[in-house]
Each structure stands twice: as structure tokens, then as C-alpha cells.
């Protein structure tokens, strides 16, 4: 097979991708070329023990506040929320009244600040694609960026890679043959743009990095200080999985007990049985990631620019033809970190919006937005209620804010299953588990619902 590096690298640097990327790209291009296996095995790994586990109640109390003005926040935000229907950042979608995400965030921050007296820094990674709109939605709030730093920073990309023969995959529509390299592209997009440098030299020790769409990653100076004291260069927090979770990524170890992250992806097909087998592996990724810069500086120079990650080779077809996209996880940079561990913490602090049903959850009474414009469960409920959408009607976000005009009351209720074509009026409130079903467009009003109920 015909190796393509050179078409690959003169492509990348036509596009202005900085030298150190194309060097990432190429050191995974060639394992992909060579056959280089980017599954992980069972053979090869073994649920994480105790020693590097970390219970976050053994945290509370600590909140020594001075460590933030050593920290950093990093929002990814480079989605547009496609599979919801939209076509910009998916963080400008309402979520709570009139806010958006980027409000919440924004208010979040300020508001830290505020009470505090402490400037927490503040950073996005968008993407090409959402860029412009982020700042521009931004703008309504000048004081954010601090410190002559900039408010966002742009994740690079990688060129698409045919299957058949291992070349670059070239098309008219130019957008069409590139792909985010997934969200472990922070890490080179934060130092090829000297903006890793620019942190360290303002006295910023500590990252706190993730989704913008995760309500439920707030900053907590427990971690960054606990992480001080203890001298932990990489920490990432974790769930107990569920079932819903068991598709998702898992931690694990290696033999020589350093702690790794197996996604789907990587997982060899005839072990998928014990991948999803959520007592072998009991913990997900939250994708709530701490991180000491200078250690990752560190890594960065002995790597001469290149931290290379375990690769995701992700198979897709675009305009009829199939290709490879080489992805990277954010997360899975915590097997490079001697010392690293994983923060066990409780469901709320991971609430992310990926469908629509989250959405309406959030939406809802359910959820309540308290005086530091964190959104979280009300009091009196464990868990968020469950709800099941007729995917036909509110699948995407317009046919949603359609049906929806107005939000049922949810925090009484356990489960909420909607099928057919029902439009929610005003004074819906629903208890305990609800079935609504329809077979003709209907429309609720003023009404407690309970029960099934057909329409």
C-alpha cells in the first residue's frame, strides 16, 4: 500500500495547520498505514483499583478559593448540535428561560467572581464552524476576558483519509475533506497556538476542561486544591455507570495499574459482551477533565510538540465514498500522566444535553437555576425524570419548540413517554409515570396527567 504522507502534509500545510499538528497526524497516519491496531483488549486491561480511585466526599470542606486564581476554565464548544437539527453552536440553544448555554456559562463566571473577589479565567474551543458565532453572542458580555488573554481559541483539524487506498480524500466541496480530530486536539491546539505559554507565564497551574452542553461541570476549588496538595498532574472525574451508559466509554487500567479509557471504538468486536457489562466496568468518563499545565508542558517537550494519544480510527462514508477520520479523546491523555487518577463524583455533576429529550427535561421544573446561575435538580427529586420522545415529532429542535410552546410541569413526575403528534399547552402538569399517545395531531391544555393516557 502506497504511504500518502508527503500529499498529506503539503495539504495540511496549505491549509496554515501548524508544524507540530502535522507531526501529530502523521505519527497516527502511519500507525493507520501499517496496520497498527488501535483496539484494546481485554487481555490487556483490568478494571481500575482502589489506589487510584479518589471519592469526592473526601473533598468537601476543602475550598481553599485562592487555588482559582491558579485556574483556568475551558469549555469545549466546538459542536453545532446536528443530530438536533441545528447548523450553528449548539451552545446558543435555549436552555433555561431566555438563557443559552453561553449565558449560564458567562453568568457562572461572573458571578464567581463577583461573590469571590477571585478572577477565574475563561476559555472556549471552538471550531471552525462555531467561532464567529460564539464571540459574536459573547460580545454582550465585555468583561469576561481578563489578563490579555483571548476569550476562545480554535481546534485544528485532520485531512480524510480514503479506505481503499490510503490517500487523501479530495473533493470540490473543500470542507468536506477535513474532520475535527476530536476533543484530545486540545492539548496541541492550546500549545501551537502559544497559548499554553501565556497561561503558565500568568501564574495558571490548574485547567478545568469540559462541555459546554455538561450543566452540571461547575468549577469547585476542592479539586484543583486537592490536586495541589497531593501533586496529581491529571485527574478526570467519573460516574458509576448505569445501563444507559453501557455503550459509552469505560475506565480501566493497564497491568502496570495505569489508568486508561476504552471507548467503543477501541473495543475488539467479539468482547463487546463484557465491554457493556457494567459490573466488570463500573465507571464512564464524564468528560470533566483537571489538568496541571506545567505538567503538560512537560510531556509536550519531551514529545518535541506531540502528545500522542491511544487513536480512534472512526469509519464513515461521505459523498459515497468511505473514509477514515483519526479522532483522539481528550480523556485518554490520562494514561500519559504518572500519578494521574479518577475523581469519583456524584450524577450531577454530569448533566449533559446531547437530545432533545434532555433538553425538555431541562426545560422543565424538574431543574431549577439557583443564585449562581447553576442549574441543577430540584431538591426534592434523586434523579431526573425519564423521558421518551416520539422522535418523529420532536427529534429535532424546530418540531420541539413547536410541540412545546409552553413546558409541563415535571418535578413530580418519574417518567414522561410521548407518542404521536401532541402539542403541549399551557397548566400540563405531569405525575409519577405518564404515557400520553395519539394517533391524529392533538393538543394538550390544563390538565394533570397521570397514568396512560390515549387522546
Keep these: 500500500m502506497t504511504n500518502h504522507l508527503e500529499d498529506f502534509a503539503r495539504l495540511m500545510w496549505q491549509e496554515g495547520i501548524p508544524e507540530s499538528v502535522i507531526m501529530t497526524f502523521a505519527a497516527y497516519y502511519n500507525k493507520l498505514v501499517n496496520g497498527v491496531s488501535s483496539k484494546i483488549s481485554k487481555q490487556m486491561i483490568q478494571p481500575p483499583s482502589t489506589v487510584n480511585l479518589v471519592d469526592y466526599k ?5 475550598s481553599d478559593l485562592e487555588i482559582l486564581r491558579k485556574t483556568v476554565l475551558i469549555k469545549l464548544n466546538g459542536g453545532l ?15 433555561k428561560g431566555n438563557m443559552n448555554f453561553l449565558d449560564i456559562i458567562a453568568r457562572q463566571v461572573l458571578t464567581l467572581r463577583a461573590q469571590q473577589g477571585i478572577g477565574l479565567h475563561l476559555l472556549f474551543m471552538d471550531s471552525y464552524n462555531t467561532q464567529a458565532d460564539t464571540l459574536k ?5 465585555p468583561d469576561l476576558s481578563k489578563d490579555d488573554l483571548p476569550l476562545d481559541f480554535v481546534q485544528n483539524k485532520f485531512p480524510r483519509v480514503r479506505q481503499n487506498d490510503f490517500a487523501p480524500f479530495v473533493t470540490d466541496d473543500k470542507n468536506q ?3 475535527p480530530p476530536g476533543h484530545g486536539d486540545i492539548y496541541a491546539a492550546l500549545d501551537s ?3 499554553l505559554d501565556s497561561l503558565i507565564a500568568k501564574g495558571i497551574v490548574y485547567a478545568f476542561i469540559s462541555n459546554s452542553d455538561n450543566l452540571g461541570a461547575t468549577v469547585d476549588a476542592a479539586i484543583p486544591a486537592y490536586m495541589d496538595q497531593h501533586a496529581i498532574p491529571f485527574l478526570i472525574e467519573v460516574c458509576i455507570r448505569s445501563e ?3 455503550k459509552g466509554g469505560h475506565l480501566s487500567e493497564d497491568k502496570e495499574g495505569r489508568l486508561l479509557l476504552r471507548e467503543i471504538a477501541q473495543c475488539p468486536d467479539d468482547e463487546l459482551a463484557d465491554f457493556q457489562n457494567i459490573e466488570i466496568y463500573q465507571y464512564f468518563n464524564t468528560n470533566n477533565i483537571w489538568i496541571n499545565l506545567v505538567k503538560l508542558k512537560e510531556e509536550l517537550v519531551k514529545g518535541g510538540g506531540v502528545l500522542l494519544l491511544p487513536m480512534i480510527v472512526n469509519p464513515k462514508v461521505v459523498e459515497e465514498v468511505p473514509i477514515y477520520q483519526i479522532e483522539t479523546a481528550m480523556g485518554a491523555a490520562i494514561s500519559t500522566f504518572v500519578g494521574a487518577k479518577a475523581l469519583v463524583v456524584p450524577r450531577s455533576r454530569f448533566a449533559p444535553v446531547k437530545k432533545t429529550t434532555d433538553l425538555l427535561a431541562v426545560w422543565s421544573d424538574a431543574y431549577e437555576l439557583n443564585d449562581q ?4 435538580l430540584k431538591r426534592t427529586r434523586k434523579e431526573p425524570p425519564l423521558i421518551s420522545l416520539d422522535d418523529r415529532f420532536y427529534g429535532k429542535i424546530d418540531l420541539m419548540l413547536e410541540r412545546f410552546p409552553e413546558v409541563p410541569s415535571l418535578q413530580n413526575c418519574d417518567s414522561l413517554s410521548v407518542s404521536g403528534d401532541i402539542t403541549f399547552g399551557e397548566g400540563i402538569i405531569c405525575r409519577g409515570n405518564v404515557c400520553i399517545m395519539s394517533d391524529q395531531p392533538a393538543k394538550l391544555k390544563d390538565r394533570i396527567c397521570e397514568g396512560i393516557i390515549n387522546l
Design 81 to 95: 448540535g446536528t443530530g438536533m437539527g441545528l447548523s450553528k453552536a449548539k451552545s446558543l440553544l435555549p436552555v
Design 177 to 179: 475533506m477535513w474532520n
Design 137 to 141: 453572542y459573547l460580545s454582550r458580555y
Design 373 to 376: 446561575y447553576q442549574i441543577a
Design 193 to 195: 497556538r502559544g497559548l
Design 244 to 246: 444507559v451508559d453501557k
Design 58 to 62: 473526601n473533598l468537601q470542606g476543602n
